[in-house]
């Protein structure tokens, strides 16, 4: 049984051959060789979480880089998250309608879609040994 299940979860990793992350990050600032190429500078204060890319719906190549924002005791203030995506090769037919007048941008002279959200949410929590959250 062990057997099978090995080979089975090979055959699904195998299947969606995706590299590391493309984008290079240097302290606050995220560099897109392609698609786009950009420079994304974010405020100084970020701490560099990570990146993830990964394959969705076996049609595009995503590609997420999270910052965030800590006060002191290290509760997170501000979550940046930046994430590009793109059809992939494999998928030609594929192409995006932006049709929303919301969220159309342009930098250097390529149309973007963007998209920003500002939360607020209530600081429920009291302190490490709270039961509230």
């Known amino acids: 049984m062990v057997k ?8 699904a990793f195998l ?11 240097e302290g606050n600032v995220i560099t897109s060789e392609r698609d786009p190429t950009v420079r994304i500078i ?20 995503c ?12 509760w997170i203030q501000r979550l940046y998250w930046v994430q590009f995506e793109g059809y992939l090769p494999t ?6 309608t932006y ?3 919301r969220h159309p941008a ?7 879609w963007t998209t920003g ?8 929590h009291k302190g490490p040994t709270s039961s509230t959250s």
Do not use: I, N
Request: net charge neutral; no cysteine; aromatic share 8%.
């Open 4 to 11: 099978v299940t090995v080979v089975v979860l090979l055959a």
């Open 15 to 25: 299947s969606f051959p995706v590299a590391g992350p493309e984008r290079k990050v």
């Open 42 to 61: 974010l405020p100084t204060s970020v701490q560099y979480l990570g990146a993830e890319r990964w394959v969705l719906y076996d049609m595009a190549d």
């Open 63 to 74: 590609e997420l880089h999270a910052f965030v924002e800590a006060d002191p005791q290290k």
């Open 91 to 96: 998928r030609p037919e594929l192409k995006h």
């Open 99 to 101: 049709d929303s007048p």
């Open 106 to 112: 342009s930098l250097a002279s390529t149309s973007m």
């Open 117 to 124: 959200y500002e939360r607020r949410t209530p600081r429920r």
